[in-house]
């Protein structure tokens, strides 16, 4: 098992009961791949963007620490590229 991070970027017009259905989703998609999280936690609250991502200026940073195995981050990345609500995600794999 790997260690990993993903940095995702959500709509910023969700409202408070729909961005904790969607950062659960984002934490259950790890755990249904075999993953195990570390921590998960907004990292920043309607950001302004450099440039639009699909028509939208701003957007809310979530952060998720992981460990799972290599194969299973295809799969989640297929998961969160479904998810209409996500309009960015970015993956590290964190060498320790």
């Known amino acids: 098992m790997n260690k990993y991070e993903a940095m995702l970027i959500v709509k910023p017009d969700l ?5 904790k259905v969607l950062f ?3 934490d259950d998609a790890v755990i249904k791949n075999g993953g195990q999280i570390s ?4 990292w ?3 950001r302004k963007l450099y ?3 699909k028509k939208f200026q701003e957007g ?4 998720v620490g992981f460990n799972a195995p290599a194969p299973a981050i295809k799969e989640i990345r297929n998961i969160y590229k479904l998810n ?3 309009l960015r995600v ?7």
Do not use: N
């Open 60 to 63: 809310v940073y979530y952060l």
């Open 39 to 42: 921590q998960s936690a907004v």
């Open 51 to 53: 440039f639009p991502i």
């Open 15 to 19: 409202s408070d009961e729909d961005k």
């Open 84 to 86: 209409e609500e996500i």
């Open 44 to 46: 920043a609250e309607r």
């Open 90 to 96: 970015l993956f590290t794999r964190m060498d320790i």
């Open 24 to 26: 659960k989703q984002i």
